[in-house]
C-alpha cells in the first residue's frame, strides 16, 4: 500500500443497530474498492456484533474503523472503537473516556486514554465524537500526530432536534 496516499471512505448513516440487519450498511459500503479504511460513526452497532465485522473485514480484505457500545447485561459497559485489518483481526481499540450526561445515566463507564495502533498505512488513533470537547483529548491527538502518528479520527454522530448531524469527523494529519 502507498504510504502517501490513503483513500479513506466515511459512512454517514442513520444508526441501524437495533434493526433485523444490523450489519447491512457494513456489507454494502466494504464493497468499496477505492476506500483504504472505511470509518463508521458512534452509535453504529453493538459490540457483541464485532466477530460479524471481523469476519466482513477478513472476506473483503478491507480496515474498518467502528465505534460500537456495549449492551446492558450487567456488567460494566463501555462505548468502543474498534480497528479491524484486513484479515479479520483487531488491532486496537479505545473505550470513551468523557461521557455525555445521558450516556453516564444509561450506566456506560469511562474508559482509557486515546492509544496509537500499528496499521499497514502507518500509526493510528482512535477517539470518539463527544471526547473532542475536552482539551485533554484534543491535546493528545495533537501529541500523537506530532510525534509521527499519521491519522487520529474522531467519530460522532449527534442528534439535533429534527435533524441528525453525523458529519462531525476530524482528522489529525501528519
Known sequence: MDTNKLNMGLVITRPIKDSD????????????????????LEDYNYSDKLPDLQEIAG?????????????????????????????????????????????????FNHGDAIQAMETDFGIVSVAIYYEMHFPEMTSDARHLSNSGNLITTINGAAELPGVLAPNRDILWCK
Open 21 to 40: 440487519h444490523p450489519l447491512s450498511e457494513l456489507e454494502k459500503f466494504t464493497t468499496d474498492k477505492k476506500a483504504d479504511i472505511i470509518l463508521f
Open 59 to 107: 472476506n473483503r480484505n478491507k480496515w474498518i474503523a467502528s465505534e460500537m457500545e456495549d449492551r446492558d447485561t450487567g456488567g460494566k459497559k463501555f462505548k468502543h472503537a474498534m480497528i479491524v485489518n484486513p484479515q479479520g483481526e483487531i488491532v486496537g481499540g479505545h473505550c470513551k473516556t468523557s461521557l455525555t450526561y445521558d450516556e453516564l445515566s444509561k450506566g
